[in-house]
């Protein structure tokens, strides 16, 4: 897939774009086979994302995952795109993390920022958003354009009675500090919030520090199987963080704040132009 000039001004803009047919019948056959894996193969980091509920199952990072990943990484334009993107960098394999919503109503998931969770930080960074559901505007993925230039807060602890509360307990004058999210839910007409219907083999390219929330099921969505790959390229550092390094901790552990993001844990998926 060759992205044109505007689509791809539009993700440094806005932080955020949809690609129409990104992915062909075969392509999305194989994302699917790694997705079914993963809920399979559940790893240390698997989860319900609602409390109290097995409505709605996720998973992530899981480090035997490679083999079965191998393909949708390789096999599909998505490690292209985010080169064409960065303008010729070095492309690696972050991680996988799958969402299986399995009734109406599960709600939506609060606004956050994916970075906010790393010790790690870089403007070349990106999340391939897929469905394997068609998805309606109200009931699909929100984000607030722009957003990735913009602070990077403190992510949500997904509390059901105040979204904006921080996952991480930080003291302000700890260098990983991040000020706490605001209400962007109670304050819409404030943010420039957009959200893209999609149809299998749309795919949403997204930088990981784009504001974004949403996605709760209804009756035309009872079911919405996701899969978000996560991908970095030359210029992704260490740097103080809030919290843990994130679900990859321990492979990067050793590295210092400024260092390069590299390790073996990380595929390499495309050479430098």
Same mark, same amino acid.
């Given at each position: 897939?060759?992205?044109?000039?505007?689509?791809?001004?539009?993700?440094?803009?806005?932080?955020?774009?949809?690609?129409?047919?990104?992915?062909?019948?075969?392509?999305?056959?194989?994302?699917?086979?790694?997705?079914?894996?993963?809920?399979?193969?559940?790893?240390?980091?698997?989860?319900?994302?609602?409390?109290?509920?097995?409505?709605?199952?996720?998973?992530?990072?899981?480090?035997?995952?490679?083999?079965?990943?191998?393909?949708?990484?390789?096999?599909?334009?998505?490690?292209?795109?985010?080169?064409?993107?960065?303008?010729?960098?070095?492309?690696?394999?972050?991680?996988?993390?799958?969402?299986?919503?399995?009734?109406?109503?599960?709600?939506?998931?609060?606004?956050?920022?994916?970075?906010?969770?790393?010790?790690?930080?870089?403007?070349?960074?990106?999340?391939?958003?897929? @469905?394997?559901?068609?998805?309606?505007?109200?009931?699909?993925?929100?984000?607030?354009?722009?957003?990735?230039?913009?602070?990077?807060?403190?992510?949500?602890?997904?509390?059901? @009675?105040?979204?904006?509360?921080?996952?991480?307990?930080?003291?302000?004058?700890?260098?990983?500090?991040?000020?706490?999210?605001?209400?962007?839910?109670?304050?819409?007409?404030?943010?420039?919030?957009?959200?893209?219907?999609?149809?299998?083999?749309?795919?949403?390219?997204?930088?990981?520090?784009?504001?974004?929330?949403?996605?709760?099921?209804?009756?035309?969505?009872?079911?919405?199987?996701?899969?978000?790959?996560?991908?970095?390229?030359?210029?992704?550092?260490?740097?103080?963080?809030?919290?843990?390094?994130?679900?990859?901790?321990?492979?990067?552990?050793?590295?210092?704040?400024?260092?390069?993001?590299?390790?073996?844990?990380?595929?390499?998926?495309?050479?430098?132009?």
């Amino acid at each position: 897939m060759i992205l044109d000039k505007s689509t791809i001004e539009q993700f440094r803009r806005n932080g955020v774009v949809l690609l129409r047919h990104a992915l062909n019948s075969a392509e999305l056959r194989t994302a699917l086979a790694a997705w079914q894996w993963s809920v399979e193969h559940p790893g240390p980091s698997a989860s319900g994302l609602v409390p109290g509920s097995d409505d709605a199952f996720q998973d992530l990072c899981n480090p035997k995952a490679s083999a079965a990943y191998e393909p949708a990484i390789r096999e599909t334009p998505l490690a292209s795109i985010a080169q064409q993107i960065w303008g010729g960098s070095a492309v690696w394999f972050l991680y996988e993390q799958v969402f299986h919503k399995r009734a109406e109503n599960v709600p939506r998931t609060p606004w956050h920022q994916d970075t906010s969770y790393w010790s790690i930080r870089g403007s070349e960074l990106i999340s391939f958003w897929i @469905s394997f559901e068609s998805i309606r505007d109200e009931s699909a993925l929100e984000f607030v354009r722009g957003s990735h230039l913009g602070p990077l807060y403190n992510t949500s602890r997904f509390d059901a @009675s105040d979204a904006t509360l921080p996952l991480f307990e930080v003291a302000m004058d700890h260098p990983g500090y991040l000020p706490p999210l605001p209400d962007i839910e109670a304050n819409r007409e404030q943010y420039d919030i957009v959200a893209f219907a999609t149809d299998p083999g749309d795919v949403i390219a997204f930088h990981t520090s784009t504001l974004h929330g949403g996605g709760a099921t209804d009756s035309t969505t009872p079911e919405r199987r996701t899969l978000t790959l996560r991908f970095f390229g030359e210029d992704c550092r260490m740097a103080h963080g809030p919290g843990p390094a994130g679900p990859f901790g321990q492979a990067i552990k050793h590295l210092a704040v400024g260092e390069p993001l590299r390790h073996s844990r990380f595929l390499k998926v495309v050479d430098a132009d």
